[in-house]
Structure formats: C-alpha cells, structure tokens
T-cell receptor
Framework: NAGVMQNPRHLVRRRGQEARLRCSPM?????VYWYRQLPEEGLKFMVY????????ESGMPKERFSAEFPKEGPSILRIQQVVRGDSAAYFC???????????FGPGTRLTVT | GENVEQHPSTLSVQEGDSAVIKCTYS??????FPWYKQELGKRPQLIID?????GEKKDQRIAVTLNKTAKHFSLHITETQPEDSAVYFC????????????FGKGTLLTVNP
C-alpha cells in the first residue's frame, strides 16, 4: 500500500522560472491538501482540493500560484515566475473522502537561486 | 480564522523522563486535534489525534488530553527514548466540511541518553 508520493523531491529553479510540483495521493484517497513549510517553521495551509474541484484556496497567494487535481493523474501545484521567497518545502497530504486524518507525502524542497 | 499557539518551542529531557507539549486554539468550532512528529528532512507523521467529544486518548507511551472549555490540548510522552527526538506539531481542524489543518509552530524535543 504505497503512501502519498511527491515528485520531484528536490527542485532548483532560477528566479522567473516556473515550478511544477506533483502529488499522488494514497490509493483510495480523493482529497488532497498542500502545505508550505519555511525553514524552522510550522506548516501553513495553502489549498484543499477534491477531484476536479478546489474546495478552499484561502492560503494560496493570489498571484503566481495555482493548483489542480484532475480526474485522472496527480495533483499539481504550479508556481509561476518564482522568487527567492518561494524557497521552502512543499508538502501534500491526502485523506480518504470526508475524513479528518491526513497523511503526508515526503515533500518537495524547492530552492530558487 | 483559526490560530494555534504551541509551547515550548524547545524541550530537552533526560531519557526515561516525561515530556509535555501544550497547545491552545482560538476557534471554538474546531473539533479535531492531531499531533505530528517530524524528523529532520522527513515527512510529518501522524502519531495521535483526538476529537472534541473525547477528553483523553492514550496509545502506549503517548497520550493527548483536550480541554474544550479552555481551548487547549496537550501531548504527553512518558518514558522518553532517544528516538523520540524530533519536532512535534499540534494542529486543529475546524468544523463543517473543511478539513484543512492549522498548525502550531512546533516543539523541538531532544531526549538526552
């Protein structure tokens, strides 16, 4: 029973480039959450998605950031025109339907140079 | 929105001693309170959780208590071992159908052999 998968695990981008982060939820899980963790800080909620629906994007910056969870395939967090302040670990978590328990992936560590 | 405060930010104990980490939350509608353990460079792992209709829950050496009136909950680890050393995060999830988690800033627990 594979856990939550994320790729890439490490991503280096120059300022102004685009970053695409992928998350495959656990088998049978239909809810995905994205969180951002800055160095030595807690996790901050970004967006909550169900298949083909954005449920809550209140934690997502209004510009440059977008997320999707299509009917087929992984959830994608997309950051356009990255800046140094976007450097962080991005974690996704999944849960089985209407459930509180969230299981985290290994994270993608984004470094913007 | 929800706000979660966590104390202390660092905690150092001797092997075999107990460790207690405390959190307070602001939204009285919150009804789910998980605790996550995160080792350096790893994913957050759910170690125990409690729902608002329960005052205490125990799982071997770890226990969580919840005081809804005071809006605080605590993690208790007994007979600590060096492998318990990690960052621990508390979180709260609000009511309704939005399951997003609001995290505390974390507690770095060091268990000295």
């Amino acid at each position: 029973n594979a856990g939550v998968m994320q790729n890439p695990r490490h991503l280096v981008r120059r300022r102004g480039q685009e970053a695409r982060l992928r998350c495959s939820p656990m088998k049978g899980h239909s809810h995905v959450y994205w969180y951002r963790q800055l160095p030595e800080e807690g996790l901050k909620f970004m967006v909550y998605l169900q298949k083909e629906n954005i449920i809550d994007e209140s934690g997502m910056p209004k510009e440059r950031f977008s997320a999707e969870f299509p009917k087929e395939g992984p959830s994608i967090l997309r950051i356009q025109q990255v800046v140094r302040g976007d450097s962080a670990a991005y974690f996704c978590a999944s849960s089985p339907g209407e459930s509180y328990e969230q299981y985290f992936g290994p994270g993608t560590r984004l470094t913007v140079t | 929105g929800e706000n979660v405060e966590q104390h202390p930010s660092t905690l150092s104990v001797q092997e075999g001693d107990s460790a207690v980490i405390k959190c307070t939350y602001s939204d009285s509608a919150s009804n789910y309170f998980p605790w996550y353990k995160q080792e350096l460079g790893k994913r957050p792992q759910l170690i125990i959780d409690i729902r608002s209709n329960v005052g205490e829950k125990k799982d071997q050496r770890i226990a969580v208590t919840l005081n809804k009136t005071a809006k605080h909950f605590s993690l208790h680890i007994t007979e600590t071992q060096p492998e318990d050393s990690a960052v621990y995060f508390c979180a709260a999830s609000g009511g309704g159908s939005n399951y997003k988690l609001t995290f505390g800033k974390g507690t770095l627990l060091t268990v000295n052999p």
